[in-house]
């Protein structure tokens, strides 16, 4: 005899978390938020050249399949039941940007990810043809023009990769960031698959007018882009289409929300004023400015927050965007060895409780805000014979900290009153001594929550409140209160404030570190006829010599 079914109070929604490093599907129930079963795969990146960051298109695909596949056999080993599922949420990656057939349903290129490098020298061509008195790109998009956004590795393909120019010549190619190449395959692809994206996303892009909430059309001649291959965009939170084969069949995707503005949903920062920091591949300090756009003059982005439904207002947020956070520890584990699994960084960090004087910063795709400097790359200094790896592993997780200070003093700046606390989200704030030190360095206290992915719940709250969804009120009497716990600072903030000094001389020593030949043509051969001795020893006398090349006491 088959076991009963588990009750579970109200209908259940689903999210799919399409990140940079891995695809995630979670359930959550609707009247109580709580989180009932989730599945995890870890994605792929490719480094082809210096500087250049893909992903495999299909191989992000498939992830989502399994996820969603192993989370539903999960919920029937629980006894749930997955008909209880009454809607799907999409949260990405932004701006990381796809170019696929419409007709075979095949990416024509890899995805080119948020974080490459490839094309500073269009960036810099770009630039040119900006009028000095009128940066009609940046009062249009509130975006400055760097690689970090869609437009310019759109540009990239359209100028280097022959099967995109061939679809796009013949009607074929649909562009879009991630979550329109999900929607389109998990609707049915190729049999009536729907290409859209939502406000959020269609932001990062610097084709989209955020005024307007359309693509604008000086935008896309500027950038010599084809207005039919774009996606339709609509709200974050409504009915795109339905689900096409495996488990959930039929069950509507409803929410769509770029991970950012994912997070601020799930962490309910709905007034003005309110706002988060999530620390996952890279750190994304977004503040609620309301319904009117704030421009930054200390180097924030200015963006769309969410539009939670067809007839609703759309709401603006400045963000502090940062490249590398979580992205720092994988390549200290990938790239060095000096630790295992992700999670060992806070036992490295928590032996020694000091960097010791060694400074940490990983601008290994330039630097983001405040700076949007594309020359600086990584440095690490301060260092002596007395380093180890403990110190660079609590280095690594100062530097996190250091960089959200930066990007939370421009945001002060800009909104004229500082915060008095700063909301934390994302994988990295399981990290207690990360959290600590956070609080150290901006000295004000770091409010975790005990929903991590907050992500998730934010997408899920826009499928499940979608018109003719219905299952999720967003009402502020009704929504539920997430449990919280506090980190308040420990050190006096003469300390904060000389370590956050000396950091600031580390930053400037990053800076300027790439020639005008860019990672576009650089040839990645060009020192494949020195020596590994050459390499080990010119290492070894940098990482003595450092502390005193560095100029830092």
Not at 181 to 198: A, P, Y
Not at 459 to 471: I, K, P, S
Request: net charge negative; charged share 20%; hydrophobic share 40%.
């Amino acid at each position: 005899m088959a076991a009963p079914k588990k009750a579970v109070a109200g209908p259940l929604v689903g999210a799919v978390v399409q990140g940079t490093n891995s695809t995630r599907f979670l359930v959550f129930n609707s009247k109580t938020a709580e989180l009932l079963s989730h599945h995890q795969v870890e994605l792929t990146q490719e480094f082809p050249k210096e500087g250049w960051v893909e992903q495999d298109p299909k191989e992000i695909l498939q992830s989502v399949y399994e996820c969603i596949a192993r989370t539903c056999e999960k919920l029937q080993e629980l006894n749930i039941d997955i008909s209880n599922i009454k809607a799907v949420g999409v949260s990405n990656q932004r701006e990381t940007t796809v170019i696929w057939d419409k007709l075979t349903g095949e990416p024509l290129y890899n995805a080119v990810v948020w974080l490459d490098l490839r094309t500073q020298t269009t960036v810099e061509d770009l630039s040119k043809k900006i009028p000095g008195n009128n940066n009609f790109v940046k009062s249009k998009t509130g975006l400055p023009l760097s690689t970090y956004f869609s437009a310019v590795k759109l540009r990239w393909m359209l100028d280097n990769v022959r099967k995109v120019q061939k679809a796009v010549e013949e009607g074929r190619a649909l562009f879009g960031t991630l979550d329109s190449w999900l929607i389109w395959s998990l609707t049915g692809g190729v049999n009536g698959g729907v290409h859209c994206t939502d406000v959020t996303n269609a932001s990062r892009t610097m084709l989209f007018n955020i005024h307007s909430l359309e693509w604008d059309r000086e935008l896309c001649n500027f950038f010599e882009v084809p207005m039919d291959i774009l996606p339709n965009v609509w709200s974050s939170s409504q009915i795109y289409g339905q689900i096409k084969g495996g488990a959930l069949e039929g069950v509507p995707i409803s929410g769509c929300l770029g991970d950012q503005s994912a997070a601020l949903v799930g962490q309910m920062c709905f007034q003005e004023g309110q706002a988060k920091n999530t620390y996952g591949t890279g750190c994304f300090l977004l503040c609620n400015t309301g319904r009117k756009c704030v421009f930054s003059e200390h180097g924030l982005l200015t963006t769309v927050a969410y539009k939670l439904g067809r007839d609703k207002p759309v709401h603006y947020a400045l963000e502090g965007s940062v490249a590398i956070a979580g992205a720092v520890i994988r390549w200290l584990r990938d790239n060095l060895g000096i630790i295992e699994t992700s999670e060992e960084i806070e036992n490295l960090a928590k032996e020694v409780g000091t960097s010791y004087g060694c400074y940490f910063v990983p601008a290994f795709s330039g630097l983001y805000a405040p700076y949007w400097e594309p020359s600086a790359r990584g440095i690490i200094c301060g260092l002596t014979q007395f380093t180890n790896k403990c110190h660079i592993a609590f280095a690594a997780l100062e530097a996190v900290c250091f960089q959200t200070r930066e990007i939370l003093d421009a945001m002060n700046r800009d909104c004229g009153i500082p915060l008095r606390h700063l909301q934390v989200d994302g994988a990295m704030t399981t990290n207690q001594v990360l959290m600590q030190l956070q609080a150290d360095i901006l000295h004000i206290p770091v409010i975790r929550s005990s929903m991590p992915e907050t992500s998730a719940l934010g997408a899920a709250m826009a499928a499940g409140a979608a018109e003719g969804v219905g299952v999720w009120s967003l009402e502020p009497e009704e929504l539920t209160v997430i449990r919280m716990e506090r980190f308040e600072p420990q050190i006096q903030a003469i300390e904060s404030e000389s370590r956050y000094s000396t950091w600031k001389k580390a930053v400037m020593k990053s800076m300027g570190s790439v020639t005008s030949q860019s990672s576009e043509n650089r040839d990645p051969t060009v020192f494949s006829s020195l020596p590994l001795g050459f390499f080990i020893v010119s290492s070894m006398i940098m990482l003595i010599g450092a502390r005193y090349i560095s100029g830092i006491p």
